[in-house]
């Protein structure tokens, strides 16, 4: 009797084990797919028809992240990736004409909502250059072919939510096919290759000032002290600014080495007033502030970063 107990006792816990594990994965899976979802209703037209929803690995992906170029046989990017991960990709087709701007601007406010998202390349109209090569060559849509006049493209990066999981990158096209139609195809990339540039352009840096908060690339410290050589692209780019956009801009200093919120604020007020100097150096008058550890990291890095945000709101 006592032995058939403990055996059942086993088979039980053992069946408990299985049906918890069973309950993680699928607790698990539909999350991504929520993620995935909650960026394609921003995106996806009210009304509109879906062309596209399928997922895939991929392997060696291309990933532009610069104009396009013709050589002789094909078109090229000046910059290009390639990623390998896990691909879901999305396209819809509206029956109606739709601002561009304004259909990209609800996942603009989502990514300026504390995501640390980073905008890698964009543009727009006869900037991109050959709607065909969006649409065939990167989407693999022909449906997605529009005028060259207008368009967008925008390509984001999104940090790993902790340190063993993946990065995701969203890709978004957007293109009027004609007189009374509007396309827009969006690839969400899962990757853990190594993504970001080791040191950020100018092209980098504006493209990120593009979105309305987040975190500026291009602040580079040596010594805990704000190196203004390694930092000249965000400087030249900020000393740029128009002055009406320069009063707009706030920047924020953000230190997290200690333990002690006090030593966390001298750090950030250091390094603001280091930078405020460096940039009016450079012909800039910038409001700089530091606020300590008062907004959580963008990733896993503790090391001094340099936060933005337009105000009022753009």
Not at 117 to 135: E, I, K, P, T
């Amino acid at each position: 009797m006592t032995e058939n107990l403990q055996q059942n006792n086993w088979v039980g816990d053992g069946m408990c084990r299985f049906v918890l594990a069973m309950l993680m994965v699928l607790c698990v899976v539909p999350l991504h797919a929520a993620e995935e979802n909650r960026f394609g209703q921003l995106l996806a037209p009210v009304g509109a028809r879906v062309l596209t929803d399928r997922t895939s690995s991929i392997d060696h992906f291309r990933l532009v992240l610069s104009a396009q170029k013709r050589t002789v046989t094909k078109t090229v990017a000046d910059r290009e990736l390639r990623v390998s991960g896990s691909l879901r990709r999305m396209a819809w087709e509206s029956s109606e004409k739709r601002d561009l701007d304004e259909l990209l601007q609800p996942l603009r406010n989502e990514l300026a909502r504390g995501m640390s998202a980073r905008v890698l390349y964009q543009c727009q109209d006869l900037d991109c250059g050959s709607s065909h090569f969006w649409a065939n060559e990167i989407f693999s849509n022909g449906r997605l072919v529009g005028r060259d006049n207008q368009q967008r493209y925008m390509a984001v990066y999104l940090p790993p939510a902790s340190a063993d999981a993946p990065s995701t990158l969203l890709l978004v096209y957007a293109t009027q096919r004609g007189p009374r139609q509007t396309v827009v195809g969006l690839d969400v990339i899962e990757t853990t290759d190594e993504v970001l540039p080791g040191v950020a352009s100018r092209e980098d840096i504006n493209n990120m000032l593009s979105l309305s908060s987040g975190w500026l690339p291009g602040f580079e410290l040596a010594d805990n002290q704000l190196d203004p050589v390694a930092s000249e692209p965000l400087l030249e780019v900020l000393s740029s600014l128009s002055e009406g956009v320069q009063q707009r801009l706030f920047l924020v200093v953000h230190c997290y080495q200690s333990n002690e919120m006090s030593v966390n604020q001298a750090c950030s007020d250091r390094l603001a007033e280091q930078l405020r100097v460096a940039a009016f150096d450079h012909g800039a008058e910038l409001n700089v502030s530091g606020q300590a550890a008062l907004v959580l990291p963008a990733g896993d890095s503790l090391v001094p970063a340099l936060r933005f945000v337009f105000w009022p709101g753009r």
